[in-house]
Nanobody, 117 residues
Framework: QVQLVESGGGLVQPGGSLRLSCEGSGVIFSLTGVDWYRQAPGKQRLLVASLTRDDGTYYLPSVKGRFTISRDNAKNTVYLQMNSLEPEDTAVYYC???????????WGQGTQVTVSS
């Protein structure tokens, strides 16, 4: 059974940093891609960053240069390092993946990030 568990969210002041973690079980992240999405109140869920199994990356233009997605294969965990946070980054952040050979998108429960002074 595939499970994704996000952690690392919280309240941070503008300009601060957070590192989100997405730990997977029942899936091997090095064999598939992992995406981070976010959803702000009243808005659609938005793709923030992607990491392919070949270490290709994509970033939402508004976070490029501030956010970094990475993977630790030994821990089967994908990270989203978020620097220079802005109030507009406030949202619930979710990780998602489609395991190799599967067609189902699996999602974590989400972690709240609030950027406020």
């Amino acid at each position: 059974q595939v499970q994704l568990v996000e952690s690392g969210g919280g309240l941070v002041q503008p300009g601060g940093s957070l590192r989100l973690s997405c730990e997977g079980s029942g899936v091997i992240f090095s064999l598939t891609g992992v995406d981070w999405y976010r959803q702000a109140p009243g808005k659609q869920r938005l793709l923030v960053a992607s990491l392919t199994r070949d270490d290709g990356t994509y970033y939402l233009p508004s976070v490029k240069g501030r956010f970094t997605i990475s993977r630790d294969n030994a821990k089967n965990t994908v990270y989203l390092q978020m620097n220079s946070l802005e109030p507009e980054d406030t949202a619930v952040y979710y990780c998602t993946t489609v395991p190799a050979g599967d067609v189902t998108h699996y999602w974590g429960q989400g972690t709240q990030v609030t950027v406020s002074s």
